[in-house]
């Protein structure tokens, strides 16, 4: 059987060798254009590949969450009624007394340091505007009238007021604290019949608690300051930019410009 099958395929293989092949190519093949053959038959795509092309798009555009600054963004109030007049010293060493007379004589205003301090300067003010910040919150809210004596956290206020939590920063506010406090205020504001005298600071106390599991202020306005920022409409609001101010004088001119 094996040899009866070579022998045939012998003699088939001689018979093709004898008989060339003749092929005829149909014309419409050959008269393929260049333009023709160059053509890409678009890919086809299900709907649910291209959703997910489109989602791993989305997903690489996603933009990167920017670091955190250490920045407290908040809203800074100013007392428009102080705007006016000039209740803080421009300068952080200044020792003369500050003194005002308005040309009717209505209005007066001294201000004077305890003897081992400074004027309360308009860098120590940016603790005020911080404090009258959260008390136009509670107001706002309308459920109770705010305290006098507001706790607050010692890392909040370094960074509601653009300051680093550093040892330097922390001594450079107790240090406000103390000359808010013992700056001495005599005005006729909000006493223009002169019917009595009285002597105040901007601040009654000031306390700080340091311990490993707490750190926090408590500070307690002056009657006279806390019924001035309670008082309806008497607040001012202040762009953030103000507490990236250096200059004192930028910062006046900032203040008298809001009036």
Same mark, same amino acid.
């Not at 007392?79 to 803080?88: K, N, S, T, Y």
């Not at 505007?129 to 009238?145: F, R, T, W």
């Given at each position: 059987? $094996?040899?009866?099958?070579? %022998?045939?395929? !012998?003699?088939?293989? =001689?018979?093709?060798?004898e ?28 709907? !649910?590949?291209?959703q =997910?092309k ?10 990167? &969450?920017?670091?955190?600054?250490g920045?407290?963004?908040?809203d800074?109030?100013d ?10 010293s421009?300068? &952080?060493?200044?020792? *003369?007394?500050?003194t +005002?007379?308005?040309k ?5 205003? %001294?201000? #004077?340091?305890h003897t081992?301090?400074?004027l ?6 940016d603790?005020? @505007? ?5 008390? /136009? ?13 507001l706790?607050?956290?010692?890392n909040?206020? @370094?960074?509601?007021?653009? &300051?680093?939590? !550093?040892? $330097?920063?922390?001594k450079?506010?107790?240090?406000s ?5 013992l700056t ?10 002169? %019917? ?6 901007f @601040?009654d ?6 311990r *490993?599991d707490?750190?926090?202020i ?5 009657q006279w300051? +806390? ?6 409409? #008497?607040?001012?609001k202040?762009? /953030?930019e103000?507490?990236r @101010?250096?200059? #004192?004088?930028? $910062? ?6 809001? *009036?």
């Open positions: 059987m $094996k040899k009866f099958f070579a %022998r045939f395929l !012998g003699r088939l293989v =001689k018979r093709l060798e008989e060339p092949m003749n092929i005829e190519q149909p014309q419409e093949i050959l008269n393929i254009t260049q333009t023709e053959v160059a053509v890409i038959p678009p890919k086809v795509e299900f709907a !649910g590949e291209a =997910k489109q989602n791993d798009k989305t997903i690489e555009k996603k933009p990167k &969450k920017k670091p955190s600054t920045v407290m963004e908040f800074p109030r007392m428009m009624e102080l705007m006016e007049f000039p209740f803080i421009l300068s &952080k060493n200044r020792k *003369k007394p500050i +005002y007379q308005s009717d004589g209505k209005i007066k205003v %001294r201000i #004077s340091r081992e301090h400074y309360a300067s308009i860098y120590d003010w603790i005020i @505007l911080l404090v009258s910040a959260k008390m /136009q919150e509670i107001i706002n809210l309308g459920s109770d009238a705010p305290p006098r004596t706790i607050i956290p010692r909040e206020i @370094l960074r509601a007021l653009h &300051k680093h939590n !550093g040892k $330097k920063q922390e450079d506010l107790k240090a604290l103390a000359r808010l406090k001495g205020i005599e005005t006729t504001i909000r006493n223009e019949n002169g %019917r009595y005298d009285a002597g105040f600071g @601040l106390s000031w306390g700080y608690t340091d *490993k707490l750190k926090e408590r500070i307690t306005l002056s300051l +806390y019924d001035g920022i309670c008082k309806k409409g #008497s607040l001012l202040v762009s /953030q103000y507490f @101010l250096t200059s #004192s004088l930028k $910062k006046f001119l900032y203040r008298t410009a809001r *009036k």
